[in-house]
T-cell receptor, first 114, second 113 residues
Framework: NAGVTQTPKFQVLKTGQSMTLQCAQD?????MYWYRQDPGMGLRLIYY???????DKGEVPNGYNVSRLNKREFSLRLESAAPSQTSVYFC?????????????FGSGTRLTVV | GESVGLHLPTLSVQEGDNSIINCAYS??????FIWYKQESGKGPQFIID?????DKRQGQRVTVLLNKTVKHLSLQIAATQPGDSAVYFC????????????FGSGTQLTVLP
């Protein structure tokens, strides 16, 4: 059981380049999330998908787009990368068991924009 | 909205001692709380959770205490081991917000030999 798989693990982009971060989960979870983690600022929600076919903005959506391709996969796209998007990106998912709301996280993508 | 903050960005403890990591939240409507552990280069991992109708919950070597009056929760780690060195996050969920968690900024726990 792989859990949440993110690719790539590391990426360096030049300002203005685009890229897509991939995320897949094999736990049959309905909800999926994209967070970014910056030093001293904790995890900030970029976008989330409560269920297949739906996506919503989180706290810091500017400069990003997402696609919930199917129940397993949720991708994050940077159309024109900026140095301010240098961060560690985490994908997470959660199931719908009543009373439990914890997320399972992937291992992260460390992105540097130069 | 909700904000979640940890009291100390860093904490150092001697191996074998007990560790206490504190967290405060702002929204009295928060009804569910989680502690996560994040080791260097890895994603956060679930440690323990607690619902707002509880004051205390225990796991293996860990205890979470919730004080709703002052909107404070703490994570206690008994007999701290070198493998406990990591960043610890608390997270809170607001009633009715489905499954959106708000995370604190984390406390780096260092276990000294």
């Amino acid at each position: 059981n792989a859990g949440v798989t993110q690719t790539p693990k590391f990426q360096v982009l030049k300002t203005g380049q685009s890229m897509t971060l991939q995320c897949a989960q094999d736990m049959n979870h309905n909800s999926m999330y994209w967070y970014r983690q910056d030093p001293g600022m904790g995890l900030r929600l970029i976008y989330y998908s409560a269920s297949e076919g739906t996506t919503d903005k989180g706290e810091v959506p500017n400069g990003y787009n997402v696609s919930r391709l199917n129940k397993r996969e949720f991708s994050l796209r940077l159309e024109s990368a900026a140095p301010s998007q240098t961060s560690v990106y985490f994908c997470a998912s959660t199931h719908t068991r009543q009373g439990y709301y914890g997320y399972t996280f992937g291992s992260g993508t460390r992105l540097t924009v130069v | 909205g909700e904000s979640v903050g940890l009291h100390l960005p860093t904490l150092s403890v001697q191996e074998g001692d007990n560790s206490i990591i504190n967290c405060a939240y702002s929204n009295s409507a928060s009804d569910y709380f989680i502690w996560y552990k994040q080791e260097s280069g890895k994603g956060p991992q679930f440690i323990i959770d607690i619902r707002s109708n509880m004051d205390k919950r225990q796991g293996q070597r860990v205890t979470v205490l919730l004080n709703k009056t002052v909107k404070h929760l703490s994570l206690q780690i008994a007999a701290t081991q070198p493998g406990d060195s990591a960043v610890y996050f608390c997270a809170a969920k607001k009633t009715g917000s489905a499954r959106q968690l708000t995370f604190g900024s984390g406390t780096q726990l260092t276990v000294l030999p």
